[in-house]
């Protein structure tokens, strides 16, 4: 098994300049509190999710403009209001690519429900839509924008965050440098009233912590802070932009981990919730040549582990495609599961109930499809 560089051992000393000694010290603990947790998690439930994934139902997320390219993925949880034309259960794609496969284009968000898709959403004047994408219980869907002009990095703009109501209505717009700057993934902490969003800008290498009031079907901007830099970021001709991407927090060790695929690393931010600076890079709590490929989109499984995907483009290896790795929040590999014969298919991925049944939803973007597994 391939171990981190962290877990069991002190940070290096580049890593430990961007934290005090009081973040050190919590940072020791969580992963002490890592191990002990992964044990009673293992004990409930299956030591792997991907060793227990049973067979595809295969859908294609293509709506009829002909969209392609599908990025995020995230389900309509419990509780969310019925009135509209979402319900629990329902699964959730955004596509980032128009008919002509043109990158940052695609304008559509599909909905499926008992194996059918539906068009939920679709805005000409908010292309690209990204892998942030998620429901807040309250009723509203998020989802993140990253356009360009002709396709490449070249032409590519910070983007937006919107919120879109049950009628697939937009009803609120965050945009500014200072909050959203190339929002290329994002996970929330959703309290009902409140909702803690946590997103990756790629086009500069940070994460930004925004946090926003609900309110008699109103979202106000509470606060925002960049809880932390220097992630490599570059653009690329495959995948338009590489850099900080898959956000996954656990609220109970109050701790974000980011994928960061320039590194092809995955880190650890503590105290994600309420740290009041920027301190820099998280710490490393997973560095694998082997199994990493370029991480890219990343999940919480139920089972307490993660799970990333590879985008292929770094550190590529064509014998391993499109391949999503399981491995514990202490840095130890568990297991791998390809979505796709070919280099460049795993992006977008996401855990929900559907009918009582837990479920994991990912997108091959290759074929511009959904697989959807139930957990055995």
């Given amino acids: 098994m391939t171990r981190n560089l962290f877990y069991g051992a002190v940070p290096s000393r580049t890593t430990r300049s961007h934290f005090s000694a009081g973040l050190l010290r919590r940072a020791l603990g969580l992963a002490l509190g890592l191990a002990f947790g992964a044990a009673a998690v293992s004990a409930q439930t299956p030591a792997s999710?991907?060793?227990?994934?049973?067979?595809?139902?295969?859908?294609?997320?293509?709506?009829?403009?002909?969209?392609?390219?599908?990025?995020?993925v995230a389900f309509v949880p419990a509780g969310f209001p019925t009135s509209?034309?979402?319900?629990?259960?329902d699964i959730l794609v955004s596509n980032f690519n128009n008919a002509q496969n043109l990158q940052g284009t695609g304008t559509t968000i599909v909905q499926f429900r008992a194996g059918q898709q539906s068009l939920f959403f679709q805005d000409s004047n908010t292309p690209g839509l990204s892998t942030g994408l998620a429901v807040l219980?309250?009723?509203f869907v998020l989802v993140a924008s990253m356009p360009t002009a002709d396709g490449t990095s070249n032409t590519v703009k910070p983007g937006s965050l919107m919120a879109i109501n049950p009628n697939g209505q937009v009803v609120w717009t965050l945009t500014g440098k200072q909050y959203i700057d190339g929002p290329w993934n994002m996970?929330?902490?959703d309290q009902g009233s409140k909702a803690t969003i946590f997103v990756s800008n790629v086009l500069n290498g940070s994460i930004n912590r925004i946090e926003i009031g609900i309110s008699h079907g109103a979202i106000a901007l509470l606060n925002s802070t960049t809880i932390s830099s220097g992630y490599g970021h570059r653009g690329d001709p495959a995948a338009l932009e590489v850099g900080p991407t898959g956000l996954a927090y656990d609220a109970v060790r109050d701790t974000l981990y980011v994928a960061a695929s320039f590194e092809n690393a995955i880190y650890a931010i503590p105290d994600?919730?309420?740290?009041?600076?920027n301190g820099g890079?998280?710490?490393?709590?997973?560095?694998?040549?082997?199994?990493?490929?370029?991480?890219?989109?990343?999940?919480?499984?139920?089972?307490?582990?993660?799970i990333v995907s590879n985008s292929d483009v770094i550190n590529s290896v064509p014998a391993q495609p499109s391949e999503l790795v399981e491995f514990t929040r202490g840095g130890v590999f568990v297991?791998?599961?390809?979505?796709d014969p070919n280099q460049g298919g795993s992006f977008g991925l996401a855990f929900?109930?559907?009918?009582?049944?837990e479920t994991l939803a990912a997108v091959d973007d290759n074929t511009s499809s959904l697989q959807v597994f139930t957990i055995q």
């Fill in 49 to 72: 999710i991907l060793n227990h994934l049973g067979s595809p139902q295969v859908l294609s997320t293509v709506p009829s403009n002909g969209d392609v390219n599908p990025y995020g």
């Fill in 84 to 89: 509209g034309l979402l319900k629990p259960g």
């Fill in 137 to 139: 219980k309250a009723g």
């Fill in 187 to 189: 996970t929330v902490y």
């Fill in 272 to 277: 994600a919730s309420t740290v009041a600076a």
């Fill in 281 to 306: 890079k998280g710490f490393r709590i997973y560095a694998d040549n082997l199994h990493l490929h370029g991480a890219l989109a990343m999940t919480l499984a139920p089972n307490g582990n993660l």
């Fill in 335 to 339: 297991a791998s599961h390809s979505v």
């Fill in 352 to 357: 929900g109930l559907v009918n009582g049944v």
